[in-house]
């Protein structure tokens, strides 16, 4: 259920509202908004009897919320969210090309990868300090030492910084350097790591876990938003599937219904989706033709010699490829999304 405040409602109406909630046994939660005031019930098991709260004064109308996932829907907050990214909109009206190594590798050639990933005409740059990786033999990152890598590349080369956070230790110390905190799929579950990156002042992007529904994806964003953390960006990864032809089922609908039931924004990631280059830009131009308001991808100087994940990671003639694709894809942001 949402009340929704009249528009000359005052704090103290705001208050009592509240109040009322709390005594009904909820949770009450401000939802923020620029064209109106509107306070969410919250840990209602069913439908909530809107009679007692409607009368009170400075009310507007009582509405019922129909999805799960309550702040994260469009029900609740109809505008568009954007996260605002040192200078950089994502969700707002252009597409937002993030790129980088799988990993930090040497300073040297971060560093160089990172300068080739903003002449091909990438805004963010995304590297992981520490990998999560499916073998305990396999490279799992430079860790903290990689956070002053990211912090030169941030100061020498001017791009603001996407990296993975894998535990609740590394919040602290990443937050001082990187502009966007990562969740990764393997940990899109991990609850301790969720509630504390709901409380951190900064910009998440939540990847979708391996196999997660919908649903379960939506619900962890929610687990943000409620805590506080309004600056989430949505990121379809692909999921676990029987084909033996891509690594992940790159799950290119759920697209356009995140961007029709929730107001977040949500980008797509299309090289973990495919795991494989040769077809990561084609999958990239879908996924903006299908209204993913940003891309994640891969690239590096040298793939071949990637430190990890090297089979997906395309160099920067591709990279600059992608970036010229979805700028001749702009004009589809005009189209309503149900045509
Ligand atoms: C990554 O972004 O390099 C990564 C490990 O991604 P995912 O969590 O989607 O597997
Ligand atoms: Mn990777």
């Known amino acids: 259920m949402l009340v929704i405040m009249q528009q000359d409602s005052t704090v103290e109406q705001c208050a009592k509202v509240e109040d009322v909630i709390r005594d ?8 923020p908004g620029e064209s109106r005031t509107a306070i969410c019930v919250t840990g209602n098991k069913g439908p909530v009897d809107p009679s007692h709260l409607q009368r009170l004064a400075g009310v507007r109308e009582c509405v019922s919320v129909t999805r799960p996932y309550k702040l994260v829907s469009r029900e609740v907050k109809p505008e568009s969210t954007v996260v605002d990214v040192a200078g950089v909109e994502i969700g707002g009206s252009d597409p937002v090309l993030i790129a980088g190594p799988c990993s930090v590798e040497t300073p040297e050639r971060t ?10 005409g990438g805004q963010l740059f995304r590297a992981g300090a520490f990998k999560p990786r499916t073998s305990p033999y396999s490279f ?9 890598t990211l912090a030169e590349v941030r100061e020498q080369v001017g791009l603001p910084i996407v990296s993975e956070v894998v535990d609740t230790d590394a919040v602290g110390p990443m937050s001082e350097v990187v502009d966007v905190l990562q969740i ?3 940990n899109m579950h991990n609850f301790a790591l969720i509630k504390k990156l709901s409380m951190v002042h900064m910009p998440i992007l939540l990847k979708r876990g391996l196999s997660a529904s919908l649903e379960e994806w939506m619900l962890v964003a929610e687990y943000l938003l409620s805590a506080g953390n309004h600056q989430v960006i949505l990121c379809e990864r692909g999921i ?27 980008i797509a990631d299309p090289s973990h989706g495919v795991g494989d280059r040769s077809r990561v830009r084609a999958m990239a131009r879908a996924a903006v033709a299908c209204g993913a308001q940003g891309l994640l991808v891969e690239a590096h100087t040298t793939p071949d010699s990637a430190f ?18 979805i700028r001749g894809l702009k004009g589809l942001e005009t189209l309503s999304l149900d045509q």
């Open 184 to 186: 990764g799929s393997r």
């Open 240 to 266: 676990r599937g029987l084909a033996g032809h891509a690594r992940n089922i790159f799950d290119l609908n759920v697209v356009p219904l995140v961007r029709s039931i929730s107001h977040l924004p949500i």
């Open 24 to 31: 009904m046994g909820y949770q009450p939660l401000p939802v």
């Open 111 to 120: 560093l160089a990868i990172a300068d080739a990933v903003k002449r091909a």
């Open 308 to 325: 990890t994940d090297a089979a997906q990671t395309i160099d920067m003639d591709s990279l600059s490829g992608i970036h010229r694709d």
């Open 140 to 148: 799992q990152g430079f860790g903290y030492e990689a956070l002053d």
